[in-house]
């Protein structure tokens, strides 16, 4: 069974760090793509970053370019989203979300990992006091 797990969400105030983790569980880490999503209440859920690894591709959101960084660690089949300069409207659940057919996705320059995203991980909650 695949499975996504977040964790490294909590509470920070604006201006803090924070580093989240998504480790994937029977996913091939040698051809994968995996996006951050977040979702605020009573917002749409939106894209943050995504990387990918088949093109190198890395991109982000332009709301949270220049403060988040998204990396993988293969060996750890893990995907991090370190968040710095953090900001009250950065206040969600994050969600990351994964293909178990890279080919059939795309990582686009909004930080969007579209396609065809059969894994999602249950959230982990990020709330930045102002």
């Known amino acids: 069974e695949v499975q996504l797990v977040e964790s490294g969400g909590g509470l920070v105030q604006a201006g803090g760090s924070l580093r989240l983790s998504c480790t994937a569980f029977?996913?091939?880490?040698?051809?994968?793509?995996i996006g951050w999503f977040r979702q605020a209440p009573g917002k749409k859920r939106e894209g943050v970053a995504c990387?990918?690894?088949?093109?190198?591709?890395?991109d982000y959101a332009d709301s949270v370019k220049g403060r988040f960084t998204i990396s993988s660690d293969s060996a750890k089949s893990m995907v991090y989203l370190q968040m710095t300069s953090l900001k009250s409207e950065d206040t969600a659940t994050y969600y990351c979300?994964?293909?178990?057919?890279?080919?059939?996705?795309?990582?686009?320059?909004?930080?969007?990992?579209?396609?065809?995203?059969?894994?999602w991980g249950q959230g982990t909650q990020v709330t930045v006091s102002s």
């Open positions: 979300a994964g293909a178990t057919s890279p080919l059939l996705t795309l990582c686009s320059s909004a930080g969007v990992l579209a396609g065809h995203l059969d894994v």
């Open positions: 990387i990918r690894s088949r093109d190198y591709a890395k």
């Open positions: 029977g996913l091939n880490f040698e051809d994968y793509a």
